[in-house]
């Protein structure tokens, strides 16, 4: 019997973190295109030869910076900026350990990537390309030294291939582009993700309730 394919929700980083809805939504973030039913519904896809699917990557596993274990504005951007620069080995090697320091477990946000990073893997699936390229960061802490605060990274996605069931065809992803907001918290020794959101582009609507970049929250 045919192993039914888990529905993977959150793939490329734009399909997961959306902005409330009434802001924008994930056709307005990616384009519409035909990645978006496929990865909704995986079984209308034809099928494939395993051995035809692109090559799983080899990535090396990326080494945490000493400035992440930093109480500091300094600190806080080099730990968004290592969750974003980790998320292809995360996603094309399923090794959740690159996050799990780095996010709160009440990060729902955090929370979902991980476990689909981790079905993705599961299923033999495996994300191809799709590094992420950090331009520029910035925080706003609370406190001397700060303790918590919201950091901000504008960052390009390389386009991808998601390859979520060897058996199936492989989905094409677009290149993305957009400025990542961040909650962040001190935990004693390193800085945690509390939530994340994609912030809406400058002079969208604010129809749906929506503060500043900063205040943004995940999945309504």
């Known amino acids: 019997?045919?192993?039914?394919?888990?529905r993977l929700i959150v793939i490329a980083l734009a399909l997961m973190l959306v902005v409330p809805?009434?802001?924008?939504?994930?056709?307005?973030?990616?384009g519409p295109g035909p990645e978006e039913q496929a990865v909704e519904n995986p079984e209308n896809r034809p099928t494939a030869d395993p051995a035809e699917q692109p090559p799983q990557p080899d990535l090396p596993r990326p080494e945490e910076p000493a400035g992440m274990t930093a109480q500091s504005a300094e600190g806080a951007q080099a730990t968004?900026?290592?969750?974003l620069e980790s998320y292809d080995y995360m996603m094309s090697s399923g090794d959740v350990s690159v996050w799990?320091?780095?996010?709160?477990?009440?990060?729902?946000?955090?929370?979902?990537?991980?476990g689909n990073a981790?079905?993705?893997?599961?299923?033999?699936?495996?994300?191809v390309d799709g590094a992420f390229h950090v331009h520029a960061t910035s925080f706003d802490g609370t406190?001397?030294?700060?303790?918590?605060?919201?950091?901000?990274?504008?960052?390009?996605q390389d386009?991808?291939?998601?390859?979520?069931d060897p058996?199936?065809?492989?989905t094409e992803l677009a290149e993305v582009s957009g400025v990542l907001v961040a909650q962040m918290a001190w935990d004693g020794e390193r800085w945690r993700v509390t939530d994340m959101s994609i912030a809406p582009p400058a002079g969208a609507s604010d129809a749906g309730g929506a503060s500043d970049a900063g205040g943004a929250s995940v999945g309504g």
Do not use: H, W
Not at 118 to 127: H, K, R, S, T
Not at 143 to 156: I, L, R, Y
Not at 159 to 164: G, M, Q, R
């Open 1 to 6: 019997m045919k192993r039914p394919v888990q």
């Open 21 to 30: 809805v009434g802001v924008i939504g994930i056709g307005q973030l990616l």
């Open 80 to 83: 968004l900026t290592y969750l």
């Open 100 to 114: 799990e320091n780095s996010v709160d477990p009440n990060c729902q946000v955090c929370v979902t990537f991980l």
């Open 118 to 127: 981790e079905v993705l893997a599961a299923q033999g699936g495996y994300l």
């Open 143 to 156: 406190g001397e030294p700060p303790a918590t605060g919201v950091a901000v990274a504008e960052f390009t």
């Open 159 to 164: 386009a991808s291939i998601l390859v979520d």
């Open 167 to 170: 058996n199936l065809q492989a």
